[in-house]
């Protein structure tokens, strides 16, 4: 926590080492996190880069309120529930015939490579409702506390770590079923 | 280790392999913004003391209460002592003007009696030398200024 202060208090009087720092640490989890809220790799990956370039467009005013992986973990979360919307919506355009087919298949210029386990388990988190999703990602990767959560997704602390249990159970039996195939 | 313990561990431990070359393109667009937010900020704007003042509450205060003192002080002591020095010598231009009721009531309000004699002086002194015999039609016409 106070190691986040310092980075971000040099962040704002303009050091690229910080913003460096800033980025390594916390790259991964948010890439984690994106991955499995939106189970598409290349999707992950440009909105972790909005949410840095956003974050380093803040630079000079920027003020640390709470944890700042809270933080970064929040605006992930917030750009994927936009995207997300905005594919329903496009799915449900082709649906009725209005936009143009696409493939939904990886391109090859996919930048991100995904492990097997990785994408095993984004599989599975893909079959869990969203706010499970969320809330269970948000926790694990962006090591946030039930009540932040709850605070985001607009509910009590009780339905959120029910959230997360549920989804956790749910997400237990579907890779055990994996495994077992 | 509980089951819900061990599906934690597998989520948070999984593994992603990132490739060095599209890390370096990302952070570099990263960089970019960065720079680009940093000169922003370095342009001078001319107006970075009002954005000061309006940043912090004290000084915002501080700020109301010296404009106040200052109008206050302004109101109640610059220009009603000027105003009485100086509205006497602009008004007192002709000797017809010093010696109106108006005027003389204004020179006893300043300074008493002796305003008033001095003021009665100044405007002999400024009608000059007089004759013996005066009528009182040549006196009138030389009060009226003619």
Redesign the interface.
């Known amino acids: 926590m106070l190691d986040d202060k310092l980075l971000v208090w040099k962040f704002n009087r303009?050091s690229?080492n910080a913003?460096?720092s800033i980025?390594e640490k916390y790259?991964?989890d948010l890439?984690?996190l994106a991955?499995a809220l939106l189970n598409d790799i290349g999707d992950a990956?440009d909105i972790?880069?909005d949410v840095?370039?956003g974050f380093?467009?803040?630079?000079?005013q920027f003020q640390l309120t709470g944890s700042l992986k809270g933080y970064l973990a929040t605006c992930v979360a917030n750009r994927a529930r936009n995207r997300n919307i905005a594919a329903h919506r496009r799915r449900a355009d082709r649906l009725n015939g209005n936009g143009p087919v696409t493939s939904n298949l990886e391109t090859p210029d996919q930048?991100?490579?995904?492990?097997e386990?990785?994408r095993q388990?984004n599989n599975a988190m893909a079959q869990l409702p969203y706010e499970q999703r969320e809330a269970?990602t948000l926790h694990?990767?962006g090591g946030m506390k039930f009540r932040e959560i709850g605070l985001l997704q607009k509910v009590s602390i009780k339905t959120t770590q029910s959230r997360y249990?549920c989804g956790?159970d749910r997400?237990?039996s579907i890779?055990n079923s994996e495994v077992q195939k | 280790m509980r089951p819900t313990e061990d599906i934690e561990k597998r989520i948070k431990n999984v593994n992603i392999i990132i490739d060095a070359e599209s890390n370096k393109r990302v952070f570099s667009n990263i960089l970019q913004a960065f720079k680009k937010s940093k000169a922003k900020e370095s342009t001078p704007t001319g107006l970075n003391i009002h954005r000061i003042i309006l940043k912090s509450p004290i000084s915002k205060l501080a700020a109301a209460v010296i404009i106040v003192a200052i109008s206050f002080f302004v109101i109640h002591q610059g220009p009603d002592e000027q105003a009485d020095t100086t509205t006497v010598s602009k008004a007192t231009k002709s000797p017809v003007e010093m010696m109106t009721a108006l005027s003389l009531e204004r020179a006893f309000r300043r300074g008493g009696i002796k305003a008033v004699e001095n003021q009665c002086e100044q405007a002999l002194k400024l009608l000059g030398p007089r004759t013996a015999s005066l009528s009182s039609q040549e006196l009138l016409s030389e009060f009226n200024g003619s």
């Not at chain 1, 380093?56 to 000079?60: E, I, K, L, P, V």
């Not at chain 1, 930048?111 to 492990?115: E, V």
């Open positions: 303009g690229i913003l460096s980025y790259r991964d890439l984690k991955a990956e972790v880069q840095f370039i380093a467009q803040s630079a000079g930048r991100l490579m995904d492990g386990e990785l388990l269970i694990l990767y249990r956790l997400l237990r890779l």
